[in-house]
């Protein structure tokens, strides 16, 4: 989380240039809320640990137990704005697949395949959201019921395939070339855009003006250099803010790129899911 709100440039986001499309945070509030959410990831992950022979569907409730009062935290600490609403979600899930998967083999580094197997299980008790009643409609729901984008449970139910085969991709990409981590996961945001249909870009406009801006981001992407990122991501920033428009869920599934390649550069995976 830390490492995605340093990243800078980034269009429409917070960042350490400027708060982006967003006037109710700021960077120091991201740090404020990375910094209470950290301690319920570790619970997160002993929920998994401590999982084993429970079934997805009650492992699941336990962490959405959690994570609301997670959340509570993080508006508390943000004075009422959701910096990482999605993450506790998503983070949470590969989180809670970490502790059971070590709680299974009880050795380092984890396979891999099998915490995002488990993360896909417990991914797909969230599609039940979209065909049960809610008490409050969230944008991404709104969105799943206007053009059946499924954004972040889609994203965890399918394994969080573009976190790991775009975001962390590009970053071991060209950090290995040797750019500097804020430079390659800026980058790496820029394909996220490119790729992923993101809710939060949809429900600031419309699912035309979203589709046009992935275009143009997989334009950009195709000329991208450590040369004229920071150039072409600025001028995209200036846009973006113009229009009020964020790719809020890029931005998490940078935060999840970010988790993977930290997590491989450790030694504590291996990197044994063959990309799609």
């Not at 920033?237 to 931005?251: K, Q, R, T």
Request: hydrophobic share 45%; proline share 4%.
């Amino acid at each position: 989380m830390l490492y995605e709100v340093s990243t800078t440039p980034k269009p429409g986001l917070v960042d350490r240039n400027n708060s982006g499309s967003h006037k109710d945070m700021d960077f120091f509030t991201f740090l404020d809320s990375a910094i209470v959410l950290a301690p319920w990831f570790g619970t997160m992950f002993r929920i998994g640990l401590d999982g084993t022979g429970v079934a997805a569907g009650k492992l699941f409730a336990r962490l959405r137990e959690v994570g609301l009062a997670a959340e509570q935290d993080m508006r508390a600490a943000s004075g009422g704005a959701n910096t990482h609403k999605g993450l506790i979600f998503s983070l949470g899930i590969l989180c809670a697949s970490l502790g059971a998967e070590y709680a299974a083999c009880r050795f380092l580094p984890l396979p891999l395949s099998r915490v995002l197997e488990l993360s896909s299980r417990l991914g797909r008790c969230s599609l039940a959201d979209f065909s049960r009643p809610q008490e409050q409609e969230t944008a991404g729901l709104s969105v799943y019921r206007d053009y059946r984008v499924a954004g972040v449970r889609g994203e965890a139910a399918a394994g969080f395939p573009s976190a790991l085969n775009i975001a962390c991709a590009q970053i071991k990409q060209w950090t290995g070339l040797g750019l500097p981590l804020n430079d390659a996961a800026a980058i790496a945001l820029l394909h996220l855009i490119a790729s992923a249909t993101d809710t939060n870009m949809i429900h600031r406009s419309n699912m035309a003006a979203a589709k046009r801006r992935m275009a143009e981001a997989a334009g950009l992407a195709r000329e991208i250099t450590p040369e004229n990122f920071q150039s072409l991501l600025l001028r995209l920033d200036e846009e973006y803010i113009g229009e009020n428009l964020s790719p809020g869920g890029c931005a998490d599934l940078l935060s999840l790129g970010l988790m993977f390649w930290l997590l491989e550069k450790e030694a504590l995976v291996t990197a044994d899911v063959p990309r799609r």
